[in-house]
């Protein structure tokens, strides 16, 4: 069962593409989205991590931070956010498979991934928003970033 508004953030440690380590308390006393993804260097993901990049200043604006969370190995996120220039944490939620990813309540234990979920954190790690899709292939509709962040 996914985690709803007015919950708290499980406590987690995982590693950055870049080796560091990033733990759940780390975004405390700040605005936090974790988007977590599928399959990195699929053509959705893709879509979507870039419109991610593109109004990062939207979000930094807001005073809200990016992290992305995958069930892909390090390496591969490493290379991911390479290619699509990233410069917000993409951790990798690869081993035990899916943990932090089941923790959150948006595993996919069928296809053994991640669901496309955000889930926007007020500064005490409690969620105040989610923004979902629940069908693999579709990108979650970014008008409700654009409506959260007053993005035009």
């Known amino acids: ?7 708290s953030i499980p406590e ?3 590693v950055n593409y870049d080796k560091e380590k990033y733990e759940s308390k780390d975004s405390l006393g700040r605005k936090t989205m974790f988007v977590f993804m599928p399959f990195p260097f699929s053509s959705v993901c893709d879509g979507e991590i870039c419109e991610l990049r593109d109004n990062l200043d939207s979000f930094k604006s807001a005073d809200t931070d990016t992290v992305m969370i995958t069930v892909a190995a390090r390496p591969t996120n490493e290379a991911w956010a390479k290619h699509n220039q ?4 993409i951790l990798a939620d690869f081993w035990p498979h899916g943990e932090v990813s089941k923790m959150f309540g948006c595993f996919n234990e069928g296809a053994g991934i991640s669901l496309r979920y955000t889930y926007i954190t007020d500064e ?3 969620i ?7 069908e693999i292939g579709v990108e979650r509709d970014f008008q409700a970033y ?3 962040f007053s993005i035009s």
């Open 1 to 7: 069962m996914s985690l709803n508004i007015g919950d």
């Open 12 to 14: 987690f440690s995982l």
């Open 86 to 89: 990233i410069e917000f944490p």
């Open 124 to 126: 005490n790690n409690v």
């Open 128 to 134: 105040t928003e989610i923004i979902k899709s629940d």
């Open 146 to 148: 654009k409506e959260k």
